[in-house]
């Protein structure tokens, strides 16, 4: 069936069956920046914001997010109009393979705003408990995250859409 | 996997969702997490309930009513800001991992006690009692709410509510060797004080063979006890869990390892308790 | 004195990686696709004697059913690896015996996953159970033979006896062992254990296959090896290599896992017979239990020393479990030795010898590390026995018995790759100074002092102690693999380059796009890189073997000189000067004085339209004659609970010879994983089974995972040497630093409290039973 949903600042109609989880209604409806690791809840790949708040969507029935606000990666910032916290990802080193980038930027996206950029390191580890990666060993993560700190958050980004492009 | 007919209610009263859990097939959806994990047999039709109004955290008369759609993210956040009901604060902290404590609502983790839960330890330390509806409201503390079976029987949980008690010195310890991991066990110890003695005392454990236990005996060894000179030596010789063993640990490691939490909880109580003292002194003088 | 290269050069597909803007295989959908499913087997040893899949073909939306029924049988080896490939062909694509629980017995192909998935469970498999052989140490002589009349042969020349299960078997020597050990005054005989472990790559195995317009399968995959997969599913499935374009994705990390050529014959095949777009994704339990892994292994140390710690004889015995099939099972345990025991180079006599076991358990392959990491956990510590017991100061010793440059083991050419190996004279070495930089920031003779068992200070329940070890790694394997790349100009200045190179989100996109930059001194962003597209770049064996940097950067760099000569050419040309006197600088060519220069754009717009037209273009390929090791030194600091049996480690520094890191910043991060993955593998990565051979902990949540909350604080020294043969001056970085926590953290255990950990990983009971024992 087709439901409302306001992703990324967007209300857009998906087809979502009642079964389905929001990670398979976001990906089968070319959201494909919301990546899958494990379906479990266990790799934190898929995270997206449910009203401002980091969740695994493979967790998530896409029937219950109704009125809620979903926010991918790409909600957070673009290739086109990047956020500090993107920025300072890749600064540090602490994109590899970027599977897991999508999750985790969500997850220290998260951080920043919780702890209005004043995250302790216990606020950072804390928060990135739900996020595997195996590339980094987490410790330019972990700076990125300091880093992007450091530097203000910028105002919220208004993402443009996102393009599901075959090859 | 859950049928693909699969028919959803959004009640948004109590009542509702009473009436509409009769219905055959029928089930209670909250955070959702463990639904999906458990892939349930059987299920036609899943009850939002998000719009039921049971996702607050209020304090009347001495005590916190925690509506059973709170997650425990919010409990956690309630607990630092309020700086009350710092046990289950804690232990929640420590559970599963950021996104699913968003997720995880404590009506959703008390119906389905998964083996691995840090709810319950707290819980029944902090002798919480749970309001369910069902024909009409009933109330059951936590350990009677599993042990008589209610757990089993179709009902809406309105809230959990917990004494705010004093002079309740109280801790948990979640035993895992990740931090993002399947405790376990999970233990908690609540001491309540009156003048220079020990009046009550619960040590609860979690993850054992029998979902939990609480260890009688040894709080009786510390009830009535003076607070200068408790007797732990005689209280860790009653705490005795019965565990399965699984692939990873044997039954009997983790029972050695169980006392040897026990005893770090109770000294590190103890050190509290001495703490406060000297304070206490500290002001006086 | 580089501009673009040991710099920390962002990665050049970064922003877009973390802007979710990049697609991997999964994220590819397609109109009419077909969904593939597999049916795995719950028993670890059974034949299959019958398959009806009558109630799934009548299901609507069910397409394809694919079995052992309906394809042809043809042998291969998963392996992933060059031709002639060094692992036996011991399977099909769908086998009539079942080998392990989890090995593939059919795939179904619907309309969607649900229908795909629905499908396996009405389709009826009768089988025989076999008995399993679920014990590696037993396998040389139990009665079950795995492969049994199966044909499996090996490609190349070497022992394979699949009616012993022996899946490889090797033996080098060095001197005379026997007679050294036994004149040898003190002697020491000790068996160490290293478990099963998944790659853990946070994507799951992939493929997408579709046909392009004129008819020719395209496959687009998680895989470490394009050109591999073209010729393997070639070979499988009866399609020529020119009917057939493998098109590599971004990758979400693959540590070796992703060289096995598993999901792609099967996709392909779908789409071969429906002629229709086909995807397979495997679950996460499904890449744990049905995929690779690293393999068990059991290494028996004997070593013959003297009183004053010189070691006279070491004889290393490996027994590696291999698994249902004999993936990387030879190479794996050749390079347990190779890379390895050339490290303590003055040994006057050295032996290995190595078998290869089948078993009815998940298949091993290649793993970060590759048989290094399990031959260190060995080697580290009995080198901290000897010195303990000849009270010889550990890092003195390191620093007199290791190889230095100038100097050969004759090691490495006794032990290749399913061949003899390759002559080899060290070139570079920090080593040295990577010790004494690590032996620096850990503070070890402090803390060597402070901690200690018989310190007075660590009595109590918690104890402390520091342990360090030395390794070695390769780069490349010489004179078998090979790289390419072409280059062309473009008319503003910028160059396409094309490789076959594979950059699994390691960065050697941007590795390579520096070299380019460095060699025609231009910004890496007038490099346009295009990688791992059979159709559109050139040859590469792919990502394996630590090749990546040295290797496809070595023919990166050729190609890029041979580019820079056409424009020193063409430019010297313009300006009317000879060739001598005319530089590449700053993206123009410019006359030695300084007085008359053309740029890029217009030396490339000259060669298109003015005279003498022709295409600035180049394509250069290298082999290596050899494969530079590089070197680390690591230390680590723990704290160990005897009463719970909880290692905590305190501390992490690893002091490491890359040569010259071409991307500092991509150096020190695959430097920070692989010690991370490698501290995992100590502590608690392994597999438990069933007493029927089935994987129970077949989840991240149940196999465990280390999060940031869970690592202690890591210092990556990167300590600079001049490798002759690698692109300015670089070796390799991807797995040598996996080798190094096993024997770290099992000296520190004994610098705490006295007792040897022979069994890994540290898991707090077998913690316990060291300290009881």
């Known amino acids: 069936m087709k439901i409302p949903f306001n992703i990324n600042s967007r209300i857009k109609e998906l087809e979502v069956k009642p079964n389905e989880t929001l990670l398979s209604a976001l990906r089968n409806n070319g959201y494909t920046e919301v990546k899958c690791g494990c379906s479990e809840g266990e790799c934190g790949a898929c995270l997206v914001l449910m009203d401002e708040k980091p969740v695994n969507s493979c967790q998530v029935l896409a029937m219950s997010v109704r009125d809620k606000k979903v926010k991918t990666v790409k909600g957070i910032g673009t290739l086109y109009l990047p956020h500090q916290i993107q920025k300072a990802f890749v600064k540090a080193g602490a994109d590899q393979c970027g599977f897991c980038s999508p999750g985790m930027i969500i997850a220290s996206y998260s951080i920043l705003k919780e702890t209005e950029n004043k995250p302790t390191k216990e606020d950072i580890t804390r928060g990135l408990d739900g996020n595997l990666c195996r590339c980094t060993g987490y410790v330019k993560i972990l700076e990125a995250v300091e880093n992007a700190a450091k530097t203000s958050l910028t105002e919220e980004t208004k993402a443009p859409e996102a393009v599901c492009t075959n090859m | 996997m859950l049928p693909e007919n699969l028919e959803w209610k959004f009640p948004s009263s ?6 509409l859990l009769r219905r055959p097939g029928a089930m209670l959806h909250g955070g959702g997490t463990r639904i999906l994990k458990t892939n349930p047999k059987g299920v036609k039709l899943l009850i939002d309930v998000g719009a039921l109004g049971l996702g607050y955290i209020n304090y009347i008369d001495n005590a916190f009513y925690i509506g059973s759609d709170v997650t425990f993210s919010e409990i956690v956040k309630y607990s630092k800001k309020e700086n009350k009901i710092a046990l289950l604060g804690e232990a929640l902290s420590n559970a599963a991992s950021t996104p699913l404590r968003n997720r995880i609502t404590i009506g959703g983790s008390l119906k389905d006690f998964p083996i691995w839960s840090s709810l319950y330890a707290p819980l029944i330390a902090l002798k919480a009692r749970v309001e369910i509806l069902k024909d009409k409201p009933e109330i059951y503390s936590v350990e009677d709410y599993v042990l008589k079976g209610v757990i089993k029987t179709k009902h809406v949980i309105r809230h959990v509510i917990i004494d705010d008690e004093e002079n309740l010195i109280c801790g ?22 009156n003048g220079q003695t020990i009046k009550d005392a619960r040590l609860v454990i979690t993850g054992v063979k029998k979902r939990f236990k609480r260890f009688i005996k040894a709080e009786n060894a510390l009830k009535g006890q003076p607070l ?14 019965v565990f399965i063993p699984d692939y990873k640990f044997s039954a009997r490691y983790k029972e050695s390892t169980a006392r040897v939490y026990f005893s770090d909880l109770l000294n590190e109580l103890t050190e509290q308790i001495k703490g406060d003292d000297e304070n206490e002194d500290s002001v006086q003088h | 004195m580089y501009k673009y290269v040991n710099k920390p050069v962002e990665k050049i597909d970064g922003l877009a990686l973390v802007t979710g803007e990049e697609k991997y295989t999964d994220d590819f959908i397609y109109k009419d696709m077909l969904h593939v499913a597999i049916l795995h087997s719950g028993y670890a040893h059974a034949k299959i004697e019958e398959i009806d899949d009558t109630e799934a073909l009548k299901m609507p939306g069910v397409v394809e059913v694919l079995s052992y029924k309906n394809i042809n049988r043809i042998l291969y080896t998963t392996a992933g690896q060059g031709y002639p490939e060094p692992s036996p062909y011991d399977t099909c694509l769908f086998n009539d015996v079942m080998r392990f629980v989890g090995d593939n017995i059919l795939a179904v192909a619907a309309e969607t996953k649900e229908i795909a998935e629905k499908a396996l469970s009405k389709i009826k498999v009768k089988f025989t159970v076999l008995e399993p052989l679920l014990n590696f140490e037993d396998a040389e002589t139990s009665e079950v033979i795995i492969h049994n009349g199966d044909n499996s042969h090996a490609m190349i020349p070497v022992y394979y006896d699949p009616s012993q299960n022996l899946a490889a078997k090797v033996e080098a020597s060095v001197g005379d062992f026997e007679g050294a050990y036994m004149d040898s005054p003190k002697k020491l005989d000790c068996t160490f254990y290293t478990s099963y472990a998944s790659h853990c790559a946070i994507e799951p195995h992939a493929a997408v296959t579709f046909l392009d317009r004129r008819g020719r399968l395209i496959i687009c995959s998680t895989t470490q090896v394009p050109f591999h997969v073209r010729r393997i599913v070639s070979a499988v499935c009866e399609i020529p290599i020119a009917k057939i374009r493998v098109i590599k994705p971004r990758i979400g990390g693959g540590f070796g896992g992703k060289q096995e050529v598993l999901l792609e014959p099967v996709a392909a095949l779908v789409t071969w017979r429906t002629k229709r777009p086909a995807k397979l994704t495997y679950s996460r339990k499904e890449v744990f239990r049905s995929t690779r892994t690293r393999h068990q292994y059991r290494t028996t140390f004997k070593a013959g020393y003297s009183e004053d710690g010189s070691i006279n004889a070491l004889h290393l015995d490996a027994l590696e479990n291999s698994g249902a099939y004999g993936s990387h099972a030879l190479t794996v345990l050749s390079n347990a030795g190779s890379k390895t025991l050339p490290l303590l180079n003055k040994i006057q006599n050295l032996k290995f010898t190595g078998k290869g076991v089948y078993t009815n358990l998940p298949t091993g392959g290649a793993y970060r590390g590759y048989g290094a990491t399990e031959a260190y956990f060995g080697l580290g510590q009995i080198i901290d026995m000897i010195c303990e017991e000849t009270k010889t100061d550990i890092i003195e010793f390191y620093k007199k018995w290791t190889i230095k440059p100038g100097e050969t083991s004759p090691i490495f050419q006794a032990l290749g790759e399913g061949k003899a190996g390759v002559a080899m004279t060290i070139g570079s070495s920090s080593l040295e100074e990577c010790i004494s930089l690590g032996l620096k920031e850990s503070g070890w003779y402090e803390k060597r002092k402070l901690y200690g068992k018989d310190s007075p200070l660590n009595q109590g329940r918690f104890r402390r102690g520091i342990g360090m070890s030395v390794m070695m790694q390769g780069s490349a394997i010489p004179e078998i693999d090979m790289a390419s790349a072409y280059m062309k100009m473009n008319d503003d200045g910028s160059f396409n380059l094309l490789v076959g190179a594979t950059d699994l989100g390691t960065g050697s996109d941007t590795v390579l796009s520096q070299i380019a930059s460095e060699v025609l001194d231009t910004p890496v962003e007038q490099i346009i890189v295009n990688s791992s597209d059979t159709d559109h770049t050139p040859f590469d064996t792919g990502a394996y073997a630590s090749s990546t940097t040295y290797l496809s950067g070595q023919a990166v760099k050729k190609c890029a000189e041979e580019i820079k000569r056409q424009i020193l050419k063409t430019g010297a040309a313009m300006l009317h000067l000879g060739e001598e006197s005319v530089e590449v600088k700053n993206s123009s060519v410019t006359s030695k004085d300084g007085l008359s ?36 030194a690591h230390f680590a600091e723990i704290e160990v609970d005897t009463l719970t049996g909880i290692i905590k480690v305190l501390n992490y520094a690893a002091a490491v010879d890359c040569g010259v890191p071409i991307n500092t910043t991509l150096a020190e991060g695959q430097a920070e994983g692989a010690i991370v993955n490698g501290l995992a593998y ?59 926590a096993l024997p770290s953290l099992a000296n520190a255990f004994y610098n705490a409290t006295g007792k040897r950990l022979l069994r890994a990983p540290f898991t707090p009971e077998k913690v316990l039973w060291a300290l009881e024992n």
């Not at chain 2, 979640?174 to 908690?188: G, K, M, N, Q």
């Not at chain 3, 060669?607 to 390929?621: C, G, H, L, R």
Request: net charge negative.
């Open chain 3, 597 to 632: 220069g053309v740029s890029f754009e217009e030396i490339c717009r000259y060669s298109f339209y003015e005279k003498d037209q022709f295409q600035i273009q180049a394509t250069a390929s290298h082999v290596s004659p050899k494969s530079p090791p590089p070197f680390a």
């Open chain 3, 682 to 740: 100590a502590i608690f990565e392994d597999f438990y089974f069933s007493e029927k051979g089935k994987l129970l902990n077949d989840t991240f949540g149940k196999y465990g995972f280390m999060t940031a909350s869970d690592i202690p604080p890591i210092k990556v020294i990167l300590v600079k040497s001049f490798e002759e043969t690698g692109p300015f001056g670089a070796k390799s970085i991807s797995e040598i630093n996996i080798n190094g």
């Open chain 2, 172 to 193: 948990v310890k979640r035993f895992s060797v990740l931090r993002f991991e399947y405790p376990v066990f999970t233990i908690a110890a609540a001491l309540k004080i």
């Open chain 2, 14 to 19: 109590a009542e509702e969702a009473v009436e």
């Open chain 2, 228 to 241: 200068g000179d408790l007797p732990l030596e005689g209280a860790l010789r009653h705490i005795n869990p």
